[in-house]
């Protein structure tokens, strides 16, 4: 049963309706490939996911993540993510909130968990750390992780950090801003920087990164394990003649160069557009699952749908590509393709 769900993701679908006629109209591949005689109702397949530990799905589809596409990289990105749908008033069911840890160079979940309702993310991500060895391994976050305690974590178990830093750390915040700033407006006083421009269309797009002379006046820099350095991006966005820009500040336990910082913080938004993958191609924010087990199952399964699309059209010889919801439409309509995503046979 499974199985025709994971198939059926991976061609894009989530809905139980759907996946039951995507197993009625590939009855006779599924029996073929995999020896599946009889495909579920939406009724039982709703019935089983709700019935199914998530925890144990969610750990066999993240090992298979790990297996296919492997653990090289030096980023881990860490977000939390509500399935809105849950959080709705009148809703049956608790909200549910998923926190992920996410290798940005190839997409692959090292692991999530659920937060539960009367808590938040940080005790959970301090979880997660402990499942996946950081050494060599950066890891970057919201300012919602942006604490002492998860810094010293982070240390502990051999990584390094760049997390955001706003108002919930306001002394640090506004120390390290106006250290900064300040820097930067003295003429007298070098600041090593870097600066990138990307242009899509009628929007162009400009960062430019600050490191900190020295953090030696930084007075509770002790109290941050590993402390070594820190940045400000400014962003500056130009559309149709208008300009917006905004400052954002980071703390680092790498004593990196801002072209490093650059690309760190910009990669780190990848975990984000997997999420809004789930919201715009899978639709997930609407999706009508009534139990917190079927939620975490579907959520899993599309992170890998994505991630091994993902890798799959990377690899191909071609210069032109296709977008991963078009190569899931693919794979929907020509098993062929779908079978060699399974197998990763290009």
């Not at 997660?128 to 050494?135: D, I, K, Q, S, T």
């Not at 810094?151 to 830093?165: M, T």
């Not at 900064?180 to 162009?204: G, N, Y």
Request: aromatic letters at 6%; proline letters at 3%.
């Amino acid at each position: 049963m499974l199985i025709v769900v994971h198939c059926a993701v991976m061609c894009g679908l989530d809905k139980l309706e759907a996946i039951e006629e995507y197993g009625k109209s590939k009855r006779v591949w599924l029996k073929e490939v995999f020896g599946i005689e009889r495909i579920p109702s939406d009724s039982t397949l709703s019935r089983v996911l709700n019935l199914v530990n998530p925890d144990i799905v969610v750990d066999c589809v993240v090992e298979m993540m790990k297996e296919e596409l492997g653990t090289s990289g030096e980023q881990i990105a860490l977000d939390g993510k509500t399935i809105r749908a849950t959080a709705k008033e009148m809703t049956r069911q608790e909200k549910i909130h998923i926190v992920t840890m996410y290798m940005t160079e190839n997409g692959v979940v090292l692991g999530q968990k659920a937060v539960p309702e009367k808590t938040n993310e940080i005790p959970v991500v301090r979880e997660l750390l402990e499942l996946f060895n950081l050494a060599g391994k950066v890891i970057t976050a919201d300012a919602m992780h942006c604490n002492r305690e998860t810094a010293e974590k982070i240390i502990g178990c051999g990584g390094d950090y760049v997390l955001s830093l706003k108002g919930n750390q306001e002394i640090a915040y506004q120390e390290i801003a106006e250290y900064i700033e300040d820097c930067i407006a003295d003429p007298l006083i070098e600041v090593e920087k870097a600066k990138t421009v990307e242009k899509s269309r009628d929007r162009i797009e400009t960062r430019v990164c600050y490191k900190t002379p020295t953090l030696d006046w930084f007075a509770s820099g002790e109290e941050w394990a590993g402390l070594k350095s820190a940045y400000s991006i400014r962003r500056t966005v130009e559309r149709n003649g208008k300009k917006t820009f905004e400052a954002a500040y980071f703390i680092s336990s790498l004593d990196a160069s801002p072209s490093r910082i650059l690309n760190l913080v910009r990669n780190h938004w990848k975990i984000e557009s997997m999420h809004w993958m789930l919201d715009v191609d899978y639709g997930e924010d609407d999706c009508r699952l009534l139990n917190s087990n079927a939620h975490q199952i579907m959520n899993i399964l599309r992170k890998n749908a994505i991630a091994i699309h993902r890798h799959f059209i990377a690899a191909m010889p071609q210069k032109t590509k296709p977008s991963v919801l078009n190569h899931m439409l693919r794979s929907l309509i020509d098993d062929d393709t779908l079978l060699a995503v399974l197998r990763s046979d290009l």
